[in-house]
């Protein structure tokens, strides 16, 4: 972590979800394992281990976990 970069290992099991919610950041997040569901405005893509999605700061979003998943979260902000 440094002031403007957060790297983050996400666990999300089985079932597990995060309701939609928005970054205050851009961020990216890579699927490291298992299947999650990710939606941002249209319908829900599945990601699985190799895929990867960049989001604009405030962008609405969620995820689902199919299977037993982990991702790689980065958030970065940039302090005016």
């Known amino acids: 972590k440094v002031v403007q970069l957060y790297v983050l290992c ?3 099991f089985v079932v597990n979800a995060l309701i939609e919610h928005k970054a205050p950041g ?15 405005g249209g319908a829900p893509q599945a990601m699985r281990a190799g ?4 989001l ?8 689902r976990a199919e299977e037993d998943a982990s991702l790689l979260l980065t958030l970065c902000l940039v302090r005016p």
């Open 26 to 40: 851009e961020i990216t997040l890579d699927c490291l394992e298992g299947l999650v569901w990710f939606q941002s």
């Open 56 to 63: 604009a700061a405030g962008a609405p979003h969620s995820l």
């Open 10 to 12: 996400l666990l999300l």
């Open 51 to 54: 895929d990867f999605v960049h």
